[in-house]
């Protein structure tokens, strides 16, 4: 079973610009989340997908940070512009959905300069 | 607010050298209760869900447990191979049923 797939795995941009992730879950997973995690801290939720609907993005800063989910099944997220505290690995985790564990992607990480 | 503290930071161990890792939660109505291990560059792998108190797992040298406030993950003579960030996440119930990680212990075992 194909497992999530993410990318690009790295990216460099300056501060101002704008990036894109894109992420395609494993095949089926009715949830999609969208993680960032700063170096030495665990994950930190920024949007959750149910099929193609936002279930939850209270820590999403919307003022910069966008995310879409196509058609319920791939999805991508959008910084822009993107500032230096933005610096982290953005993570993408998919679930059949319910009370079911979440699997993880490699990751994209971002640095900003 | 659904939080999750896990200790050590940090562990190092000798080889066989038998250890725990805490995981401490508050959550509102626990509908599960995730471990995961992370190796520098990856995302987090799934271990083990625990989903009442009393419920253990077991994986090779690595044994979870789970109570009403916290759950340990039992490492039994372990490897340089184990060696890793070990996250303990959980989710609440509720429409959303986030899931809802910790810091991690990074966890190394020297030869």
């Keep these: ?113 | 607010e659904d939080q999750v503290t896990q200790s050590p930071e940090a562990l190092r161990l000798q080889e066989g050298e038998s250890s725990s890792l805490n995981c401490s939660y508050t959550v509102s109505g626990l509908r599960g209760l995730f471990w995961y291990r992370q190796d520098p560059g990856k995302g987090p792998e799934f271990l083990f869900t625990l989903y009442s108190a009393g419920e253990e797992k077991e994986k090779e040298r690595l044994k979870a447990t789970l109570t009403k406030k916290e759950s340990f993950l039992h490492i039994t003579a372990p490897k340089p191979e184990d060696s890793a960030t070990y996250l303990c996440a959980v989710r609440a119930s509720g429409s959303a049923r986030q899931l809802t990680f910790g810091s991690g212990t990074q966890l190394t075992v020297l030869p």
């Design chain 1, 1 to 113: 079973e194909a497992g999530v797939a993410q990318s690009p795995r790295y990216k460099i941009i300056e501060k101002r610009q704008s990036v894109a992730f894109w992420c395609n879950p494993i095949s089926g997973h009715a949830t999609l989340y969208w993680y960032q995690q700063i170096l030495g801290q665990g994950p930190k939720l920024l949007i959750q997908f149910q099929n193609n609907g936002v279930v939850d993005d209270s820590q999403l800063p919307k003022d910069r940070f966008s995310a879409e989910r196509l058609k319920g099944v791939d999805s991508t997220l959008k910084i822009q512009p993107a500032k230096l505290e933005d610096s982290a690995v953005y993570l993408c985790a998919s679930s059949p959905g319910g009370i079911a564990e979440a699997f993880f992607g490699q990751g994209t990480r971002l640095t900003v300069v």
